[in-house]
Structures are given as structure tokens and as C-alpha cells.
């Protein structure tokens, strides 16, 4: 989809019944629409440690809780996945348990829960067991877009194993990885057939890659062609869907939908429509917009796709792989 197109579209402006509760946007946003986010973070700094949030922009350094959540997507009928923080590994039983004491209060939109666990720990096995069970913890994350998981980090031994026992417990894992190791994403989900695999932030492209012309100080982490070469091997998998996130954060200063169009694109058209699921990733999409602005853009994304295919993005999907009860 090109920029011109975009350009003969409608504005988007705050969500409106006049862009979200049209026909070619009706599957978002109104009151008799659902929307299933399912990455959605909430963290307190009270009592919580998140070391990444060290260096981070300041508007993401301070707690962020369901009040300010509910505050962010007034006017939406929204259910959400809470989804893991990385907190301080010593901290992630308590933030689990956490998760799923709010979720049992039923006093918030938080209906499952993807809680942190590093996977390739021998003892994994004996944390990961007290949810096995749980059917409020649909699967697990571990961050692997960091500095101590290098490339080739997930094949190890001990990451593909716990990976297999995730699926013999019907949990699933979130690859969040790096795009230039995305391959190696692939290789996993290959070994652990029996394991729902969910790609995050749609494989965390570089947005840049996409540009063209490049400014001369621009300089990609890989090509667009890298990119959908990965993406294009995961979705030969059949145990892998894609998420539809995470790249509102890298929108550049006075960006817009045209310059995340080529990304959810071709995701959406290399998964197919039964196997994507919409994520706000809120707070940190707060990076690039707030959560609303990127629900807009994406209705525009889709606007020209069926409205039934448009229906299992924002919600139908996520109902059925995280098998939810709204």
C-alpha cells in the first residue's frame, strides 16, 4: 500500500464513530466492537524492578497502572492480555502471582495473563509448574532482545527443551527477539512442533529499512528484504501467529500509517488472516503515539480488507488461540 493512497483517505484524527464505526473500519474501537489487546504491560515502580528502564526515555520511567490504562483507551471496549515486564529475575514469581491475583479480582479488562520465565534455566521446570494448570496463564516471555542473549541463544539445549515441556503443558511462548536473529526463531519453532509459538511486534523490524530514499545518516539493522525473508519462513510453520505490535514505538517524529503499512502488510498478508492478533504494547508504544493513534492507524491500514478478516485481528483470533472468555 503506498503513501498516495493513504492521502485519498480520510484523516484520522481522535477515534470517531465517523472513522471507527464505518463499515470499512467497524470491526475497532466503537462500543459493540471488541478489541482484544494482547500485550498489554502494566508495572509499579513501588514495588517494582525493571533494570531496562534505565536510560529509557523519561516518559516510560514511572509506574503504570490500570487507572491510567483505562484513562488511555476511554471509549473502547477493550479486553486485554497482561503481558510480562522483565522484571528482576528474582521478582518474576511475585509479578506471576501478581498478574494473576488482578486478573481473579475481575476488576479490570486484564482477562489471561503471559507471565516471564527464563526458559533456558534448569529450573524452569520447577517455576513454570505451579501454572501449569492455571488457566488464567496462557503462556510465558523472555525477552531475547538483550544484551546477554546473544545470537543462537534460543537453540540452545536447555531453551529447546523447556520449550517442548511449554507445549506439553498447552502454554505458549512470545518470541521477542531481535530481527536479525529471527531465523534463529524459526529453527526453534521448527524443534518444538507441539509448542504455540507467537511472534512479537511483528519481528521487531527496523522501520528504516523500509524508507526510500535513505537519508545518508541512515543506516538499517538489516534489509526489508531480511525482514520478509524471516518472516515469510515462520509463517510456513503452522505452530507460529503473528503479532501485530510493538512497531508503533519506532514511528519517527511526525510518522503516520503510511510508514507502518509496508510492515503490517506483509504480515498480514504472509500469515493469512486466521493467524495475526492486534497488541497496543502500552505503555511502551507511548515511544511513538499513544494507544489510540495506533489503533487508528492500523484501521486505516486495513481499511480496504474485509470487515470479517478485519473482526479476527482486532479480537476473534486472540479469542480462540488464548482461549478466552469475554
Not at 25 to 48: E, P, R
Not at 145 to 166: I, S
Not at 174 to 203: N, S, W, Y
Request: glycine share 8%.
Amino acid at each position: 500500500m503506498t503513501r498516495s493512497r493513504f492521502l485519498h483517505q480520510p484523516a484520522a484524527g481522535a477515534i470517531s464513530t465517523a472513522i471507527l464505526g464505518s463499515s470499512a473500519c467497524h470491526a475497532a474501537g466503537s462500543k459493540g466492537h471488541l478489541i482484544v489487546d494482547t500485550h498489554q504491560h502494566l508495572w509499579d515502580l513501588s514495588t517494582q524492578n525493571l533494570p531496562w528502564l534505565e536510560g529509557v526515555p523519561a516518559i516510560l520511567n514511572h509506574s503504570y497502572r490500570t487507572a491510567k490504562y483505562l484513562e488511555d483507551t476511554q471509549g473502547l471496549n477493550i479486553k486485554t492480555v497482561y503481558m510480562e515486564v522483565d522484571v528482576a529475575p528474582e521478582q518474576e514469581a511475585a509479578e506471576a502471582q501478581w498478574a494473576v491475583d488482578l486478573i481473579g479480582s475481575g476488576k479490570t479488562p486484564t482477562i489471561a495473563a503471559v507471565i516471564g520465565g527464563r526458559i533456558n534455566s534448569p529450573t524452569f521446570p520447577d517455576y513454570i509448574k505451579p501454572y501449569q494448570s492455571n488457566p488464567l496463564v496462557k503462556g510465558v516471555r523472555q525477552v531475547l532482545h538483550v544484551a546477554e542473549t546473544k545470537p543462537g541463544h534460543c537453540l540452545q539445549d536447555g531453551f529447546v527443551r523447556n520449550a517442548k515441556l511449554l507445549g506439553s503443558i498447552g502454554k505458549s511462548f512470545d518470541l521477542c527477539m531481535r530481527a536479525t536473529d529471527l531465523m534463529d526463531g524459526v529453527k526453534l519453532a521448527e524443534q518444538c512442533p507441539d509448542t504455540r509459538f507467537i511472534v512479537d511486534h511483528c519481528g521487531n523490524p527496523d522501520l528504516k529499512a523500509f524508507r526510500s530514499p535513505l537519508a545518508d545518516e541512515e543506516r538499517p539493522k538489516h534489509t526489508a528484504d531480511e525482514w520478509r525473508r524471516a518472516m515469510e519462513a515462520f509463517a510456513t510453520r503452522p505452530n507460529v501467529i503473528c503479532k501485530i505490535s510493538g512497531i508503533i514505538a519506532n514511528l519517527p517524529q511526525g510518522g503516520d500509517a503510511s510508514d507502518l503499512a509496508p510492515v503490517v502488510n506483509h504480515c498480514l498478508d504472509t500469515f493469512g488472516p486466521e493467524r495475526v492478533v492486534f497488541g497496543g504494547d502500552w505503555p511502551v508504544c507511548l515511544l511513538g503515539a499513544p494507544l489510540k493513534r495506533w489503533v487508528e492507524f492500523l484501521a486505516q491500514i486495513i481499511a480496504t480488507r474485509p470487515a470479517a478478516d478485519q473482526q479476527k485481528l482486532w479480537a476473534e483470533n486472540a479469542l480462540k488461540f488464548y482461549a478466552l472468555n469475554v
